[in-house]
C-alpha cells in the first residue's frame, strides 16, 4: 500500500475545490463510493492526508502542478511567460500555452529567411 502523504493547507485547499469540480463520486459533501444508504462525507475534502485512491488517480492528474507539488516532481518555468509548468520531455521550455505561439513564429521566420534567400 502507497504510503499516506500529508497536504498543506494550501495544497488541501486547491485539492477540495478540485474535487467538487471533477470527481464523479463527489455529491453534495459526500462520497458515493462509501454511501451503504446512508449518506458519507468524502473523506478526502475534511483531511490533511491523501486518502483517496480514485481521487489520486483518476482527479489528481488533471492539474498536473498541484499532482507535482504533493508528489514533489520536479517543475520548470516557461522561458517565455516565466509561468510553472510540469515538463512533458527533459528538453520542454516553453508552457504549453507559449510552445504554439513560439513554434508559430520560429516558423515563420524561418519561411520568410528561406524567401529572401531565395
Known amino acids: 500500500m502507497p504510503e499516506i502523504l500529508r497536504l ?4 488541501r485547499s486547491r485539492c477540495n475545490r478540485l474535487i467538487k ?16 444508504g446512508e449518506p458519507c462525507v468524502c473523506p478526502q475534502t475534511i483531511s490533511y492526508s491523501l486518502l483517496c ?4 488517480n483518476a482527479v489528481l492528474p488533471a492539474e498536473k ?3 507535482a507539488d504533493i508528489f514533489k516532481q520536479r517543475t520548470y518555468h516557461c522561458a517565455e ?5 510540469v515538463p512533458n520531455s527533459n528538453r520542454q ?9 513560439v513554434h508559430r513564429r520560429q516558423k515563420n521566420e524561418s519561411a520568410r529567411k528561406r524567401k529572401a534567400d531565395n
Open 53 to 56: 485512491r480514485y481521487f489520486r
Open 8 to 11: 498543506t493547507p494550501s495544497q
Open 81 to 85: 511567460c516565466g509561468a510553472a509548468f
Open 93 to 101: 521550455k516553453y508552457c504549453l500555452s507559449c510552445s504554439k505561439k
Open 21 to 36: 469540480r471533477l470527481c464523479a463520486n463527489y455529491d453534495d459533501g459526500n462520497c458515493l463510493l462509501l454511501d451503504d
Open 65 to 67: 502542478e498541484l499532482y
